[in-house]
């Protein structure tokens, strides 16, 4: 397993966020809060993507293939979100749940670390991308 955490900081003028989410103002003015966002990615081999996702209450598995690709078969319970849509995804990606852990694959393990990393981007703390993606996929399938 390897696991990637990204730090950064992020400069939020937008109601100024604080960690007890309470608005800061000086003379009506708004303040701007810097937060440090600590965000967890990690390329998972088949097994330990398996044995992680049956052990995690939280987990959604994410397919970012072509439609086409799903077609030809899917892992159960996987939703759909193609990463060839563009700036699409990221607007479907934002509708997701933050605070879930998502399982991320596509056909070989590359599409699925560039989403892994553009969820990252736009606030998802965790990650999984399975290496190999479903070409090497021996668990359940659905065709």
Same mark, same amino acid.
């Given at each position: 397993? !390897?696991?990637?955490?990204?730090?950064?900081?992020?400069? /939020?003028?937008?109601?100024?966020?604080?960690?007890?989410?309470? #608005? #800061?103002?000086?003379?009506? *003015?708004?303040?701007?809060?810097?937060?440090?966002?600590?965000?967890?990615?990690?390329?998972?081999? %088949?097994?330990?993507?398996? !044995? %992680?996702?049956?052990?995690?209450?939280?987990? $959604?598995?994410?397919? $970012?293939?072509?439609?086409?690709?799903?077609?030809?078969?899917?892992?159960?319970?996987? &939703?759909?979100?193609?990463?060839?849509?563009? %700036?699409?995804?990221?607007?479907?990606? &934002? &509708?997701?749940?933050? =605070? &879930?852990?998502?399982?991320?694959?596509?056909? /070989?393990?590359?599409? =699925?670390? %560039?989403?892994?990393?553009?969820?990252?981007?736009?606030?998802?703390?965790?990650?999984?991308?399975?290496?190999?993606?479903? =070409? !090497?996929? #021996?668990?359940? *399938?659905?065709?």
């Amino acid at each position: 397993m !390897e696991i990637l955490r990204f730090f950064y900081w992020r400069n /939020s003028p937008e109601k100024s966020l604080t960690l007890n989410n309470k #608005q #800061q103002t000086t003379n009506n *003015k708004q303040q701007t809060t810097n937060i440090l966002f600590i965000i967890t990615m990690a390329d998972l081999t %088949q097994q330990e993507w398996q !044995e %992680q996702l049956a052990n995690d209450t939280n987990a $959604v598995i994410l397919d $970012v293939r072509t439609q086409d690709e799903v077609d030809e078969g899917h892992i159960p319970n996987a &939703k759909h979100i193609d990463i060839f849509l563009g %700036q699409g995804f990221i607007d479907e990606v &934002k &509708k997701l749940d933050a =605070s &879930k852990n998502y399982y991320v694959y596509c056909r /070989s393990g590359g599409r =699925s670390a %560039q989403a892994c990393a553009v969820m990252n981007s736009v606030g998802f703390e965790n990650t999984y991308n399975l290496m190999g993606g479903f =070409s !090497e996929w #021996q668990g359940a *399938k659905t065709n």
